[in-house]
């Protein structure tokens, strides 16, 4: 079985900074892509940024120069640094991975439980 676990919300100023942690456990063989998904009130889940299991990353414009995604392999565990936070960003984080499990041949999406992030003006 595999579970991903965030952990790192809360409530913070606008201006202010918080980082959400995301580790994945479970009989893992392989992760490829890691990412961070939201869901604000009353709005579809967007993406906020992936990384490849290379490095590679890619983020929403809204997010672009404030947000950093980066992941520590050894420990499973993907990592959202979020600077200069805005009213706007106020949102349930979601955590995704792309994981091969031991005992299967492919990698399927799992997602973490989600963290709240309130951004107060």
């Known amino acids: 079985q595999v579970q991903l676990v965030e952990s790192g919300g809360g409530l913070v100023h606008a201006g202010g900074s918080l980082r959400l942690s995301c580790a994945a456990s479970g009989s893992i063989i392989s992760i490829n892509t890691m990412a961070w998904y939201r869901q604000g009130p009353g709005k579809q889940r967007e993406l906020v940024a992936v990384i490849t299991d290379g490095g590679t990353t890619n983020y929403a414009e809204s997010v672009k120069g404030r947000f950093t995604i980066s992941r520590d392999n050894a420990k499973k565990t993907v990592y959202l640094q979020m600077n200069s936070l805005k009213p706007e960003d106020t949102a349930v984080y979601y955590c995704?991975?792309?994981?091969?499990?031991?005992?299967?041949?492919?990698?399927?999406?799992?997602w973490g439980q989600g963290t709240q992030l309130t951004v107060s003006s």
């Open positions: 995704y991975a792309n994981i091969r499990r031991s005992g299967t041949l492919r990698h399927n999406a799992y």
